[in-house]
């Protein structure tokens, strides 16, 4: 790691996977039998409100009641000890890399634990539920939702992750698939631009040939042996 300066870590569902939070595609990746393309949608919020608060509902109480895993806490360390720049960009919309201790965290897929307000453009921290169509204390319009990243829509704070793509000298995935865009293509981003890259997964991801190395496992054993 000796010339190695700035890091870009991508984590996805499969890190939480062993706090007990289910992956999107993988075994117990459906929710009442409905896949996520159908209810993380723009569209799918606008045809039946109801259920898609109502997922998201039950989802923002069982993130609460998980705690961070070895593989968090090990990037918590990392996070503290590295003195070069370090960016830990997370899919994930639970907070268990901040609980765990992480500091230098960006929510590309936005956060469960945020409401949106569409009338006045307010995000208020959020841990209840949404379901009964609570006025936004901004504003008291009825015009509350997740504070998500749907399909379609665009990510935040590319600009930034494009930046620190640009100039990582090491991009590391952990627990992603590979499956959803514009994630998928940071590891081609990152080489381009001469960075080492490195997947720790539990399985070869869709992507998997794109990277320099590939380690196959549980995050929680491979995510403190890379950090030691
Ligand atoms: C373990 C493990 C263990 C298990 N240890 N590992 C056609 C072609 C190309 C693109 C598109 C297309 N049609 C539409 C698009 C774009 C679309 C897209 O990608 N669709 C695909 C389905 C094809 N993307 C978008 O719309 C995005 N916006 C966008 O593109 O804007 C335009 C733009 C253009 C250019 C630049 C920038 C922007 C928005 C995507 C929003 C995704 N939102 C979700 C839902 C929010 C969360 C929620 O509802 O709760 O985000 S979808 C869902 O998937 C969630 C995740 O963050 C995301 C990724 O999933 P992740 O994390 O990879 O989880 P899994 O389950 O897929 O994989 C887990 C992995 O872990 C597996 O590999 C396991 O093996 C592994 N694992 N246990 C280690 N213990």
Do not use: C, K
């Given at each position: 790691?000796?010339?190695?300066?700035?890091?870009?870590?991508?984590?996805?569902?499969?890190i939480s996977a062993e706090s007990g939070i289910d992956t999107f595609?993988?075994?117990?990746?459906?929710?009442?039998?409905?896949?996520?393309?159908?209810?993380?949608?723009?569209?799918?919020?606008?045809?039946?409100?109801?259920?898609?608060?109502?997922?998201?509902?039950?989802?923002?109480?069982?993130?609460?009641?998980?705690?961070?895993?070895r593989a968090h806490h090990a990037l918590a360390r990392l996070d503290a000890e590295w003195t070069g720049d370090l960016l830990i960009v997370t899919q994930n919309v639970d907070d268990l890399h901040e609980r765990a201790g992480a500091r230098r965290v960006l929510h590309m897929h936005g956060t469960h634990l945020s409401a949106w307000c569409t009338a006045c453009d307010a995000r208020h921290e959020w841990r209840g539920q949404l379901i009964d169509r609570p006025a936004c204390p901004a504003c008291g319009a009825v015009a509350l939702r997740p504070d998500i990243v749907?399909?379609?829509?665009?990510?935040?704070r590319m600009?930034?992750?494009?930046?620190?793509?640009?100039?990582?000298?090491?991009?590391?995935?952990?627990?992603?698939?590979?499956a959803v865009y514009?994630?998928?293509?940071?590891?081609?981003?990152?080489?381009?631009?001469?960075?080492c890259t490195l997947e720790l997964?539990?399985?070869?991801?869709?992507?998997?040939?794109?990277?320099?190395?590939?380690?196959?496992?549980p995050a929680g054993e491979l995510v403190p042996t890379f950090v030691s």
């Open positions: 790691m000796s010339s190695i300066r700035n890091i870009v870590i991508l984590t996805g569902a499969g595609r993988g075994a117990g990746g459906l929710w009442e039998n409905h896949r996520v393309e159908d209810v993380a949608t723009p569209e799918a919020f606008a045809r039946d409100p109801e259920l898609v608060l109502r997922f998201y509902d039950a989802r923002r109480e069982a993130i609460q009641r998980v705690e961070p895993n749907w399909f379609g829509e665009m990510p935040y600009e930034e992750i494009f930046g620190a793509l640009v100039e990582a000298d090491l991009f590391v995935s952990i627990g992603t698939s590979g514009p994630t998928a293509g940071f590891v081609q981003e990152a080489a381009a631009y001469g960075a997964n539990l399985e070869p991801s869709q992507g998997s040939h794109l990277f320099g190395e590939s380690r196959l496992g």
